[in-house]
Structure formats: structure tokens, C-alpha cells
């Protein structure tokens, strides 16, 4: 199958590790040149850089704060000014809580306002920012993908406060209109969900629960980052042909983490 990436220009937001990383190295396999972003790994960015490079593939470390959305608009263009545009978009980049990642031992009344405001700000309207921002070039070329990563717990929910996925879910419909809005301009847009993924940026998990999340799956086993940016290099590529709107979901999404942790 021929994925049509070779010379097509990729900008991967949130690339220095776990998914992002993965997905970068994938689009580097794949022939296409790769911008990555980073927010404060710059060494690490780099080093994905440099692994890309290593295989042959060309390779940019660009910073994109999701905070502060004037810094997406300057991504983009340093992107662009060095190679002449951007064809795929994989929005991943994303912005936890103070906190972390989701808590469920935090109730909902717990979380500040303001923390709702800065959650889907960054995670919705930054997303969103990272579109309005390569749209216009990719409607000039007639032609363009954008993969905007979402996650499992949009659509399962997680015992804890829910802004996170909330501004996750938020995708879904953003993925939708920009279907029908930039489809007579040759631009897939798709969503991409991921279940529990075992990378490199997740905390250490115990054995057994990761043996429970994978028993309720259909293949018995947790999706890796690089399972999870396969899927994510099909619908950014020509071998996706006429795929837009949809939300896709790894196997690991089977896996109904709320159900195991209540």
C-alpha cells in the first residue's frame, strides 16, 4: 500500500515523547518530512529528531505552547517558511490539569472554574488554533489530512472531575464540521481515540492492572504508542482516500478502565 507521504510535509504538535514521538518516527519511515513540537522537552524533541534523521528522513524542532496560542500561528509559519508548507496535521499536543493526568479520587465540585477554563482552552481551542493555522495552505494545494487526538476517555468517562474529557469530546464534534467544511477542498479531517497505550510517558503501572485492562480487550493486550501512530499515519496519508469525520479507535479502547476502577 502506498501511503503517498514521500516529500509530504507533517507537523506532529506534542512530539517529544509517548505518542507524538511515535507518530513522528512513523511519518519519517513513511518519507515525509517532520516537524515536531514540543513545550518544554526541547532535548528530548531533539533526540527524536536526530532518531528520524538517523533513518534517513528529515527532521524540525519547533516549541508550541498550548497556553499560549500566538506560539501555534509562529510553529506553523517557521514550519512552512522552511518547507514550503504542510499537508498533515496531527493535532496531539495536549495540556493536563495542574494536577496531572485525570484523578479520580477528585470530585467534581472540587475543581476550579478557572481550571475548566484553562483545560478546554488549551485542549479545544488550541486544537482548533492548530487547524485554522495550516488550513489555508492546505486549501491552496487542494489537498491536506489532520488527525486530531482525542482519547478513550471522551467517550467512557473516568470516576473524577471532567474537564479533560470534556475538552477531548469536544474534538469529535470540531472533527465533524471540518469534515463537511474542508471536504470539497480535498482535506480528510478524522479523530483519532486511543484506549490505555503503554509509552513512554506513562508513570510505571502495576502488572496486574495492566492484565486486567487488557483481559477486556478483544486481542488481549494493551495497544503500544507505535500501534496507536500506525493508525494515525493511515489517515494522515494518500492511502486514505475518502475516510474524514470519523472518530477511530485502537483496541485498546475495549478496555473499560471506569468499570475497573469502581
Do not use: C
Not at 529528531?49 to 533513518?55: P, R, V, Y
Not at 487542494?142 to 487526538?149: D, K, M, P, T
Not at 503503554?198 to 477486556?216: E, F, K
Amino acid at each position: 500500500m502506498d501511503t503517498e507521504l514521500k516529500g509530504r510535509v507533517a507537523l506532529v504538535t506534542g512530539a517529544s515523547s509517548g505518542i507524538g514521538a511515535a507518530t513522528a518516527r512513523a511519518y519519517g519511515r513513511e518519507g515525509a518530512r517532520v516537524a515536531l513540537t514540543y513545550r518544554g522537552s526541547r532535548e528530548k524533541a531533539l533526540q527524536v529528531a536526530s532518531a528520524i534523521e538517523a533513518e534517513g528522513g528529515e527532521a524540525l524542532a519547533v516549541p508550541l505552547d498550548l497556553e499560549d496560542l500566538g506560539t501555534v500561528e509562529e510553529a506553523v509559519t517557521a514550519v512552512a517558511d522552511h518547507w514550503g508548507g504542510i499537508d498533515i496535521l496531527v493535532a496531539n499536543a495536549v495540556r493536563w490539569s495542574s494536577a496531572g493526568p485525570p484523578d479520580a479520587s477528585v470530585r467534581f465540585e472540587d475543581v476550579p472554574l478557572d481550571e475548566w477554563q484553562t483545560m478546554i482552552n488549551a485542549n479545544l481551542v488550541g486544537a482548533a488554533a492548530q487547524v485554522r493555522a495550516v488550513l489555508p495552505g492546505m486549501r491552496a494545494r487542494n489537498w491536506g489530512r489532520i488527525v486530531l487526538i482525542s482519547s478513550g476517555i471522551a467517550e467512557e468517562g473516568l470516576p473524577g472531575p471532567g474537564p479533560y474529557g470534556t475538552a477531548k469530546s469536544g474534538l469529535h464534534g470540531l472533527a465533524r464540521s471540518l469534515a463537511w467544511e474542508a471536504g470539497r477542498d480535498g482535506i480528510l479531517v478524522n479523530v483519532v481515540a486511543p484506549g490505555f497505550t503503554l509509552t513512554d510517558s506513562r508513570p510505571p503501572v502495576p502488572r496486574a492492572v495492566i492484565d486486567a485492562l487488557a483481559s477486556h480487550t478483544p486481542t488481549r493486550r494493551l495497544s503500544s504508542a507505535d500501534d496507536v501512530a500506525g493508525l494515525v499515519v493511515f489517515l494522515g496519508s494518500g492511502a486514505n482516500g475518502n475516510l474524514t469525520g470519523e472518530v477511530v479507535r485502537d483496541g485498546s479502547s475495549a478496555a473499560r478502565a471506569p468499570r475497573l476502577m469502581t
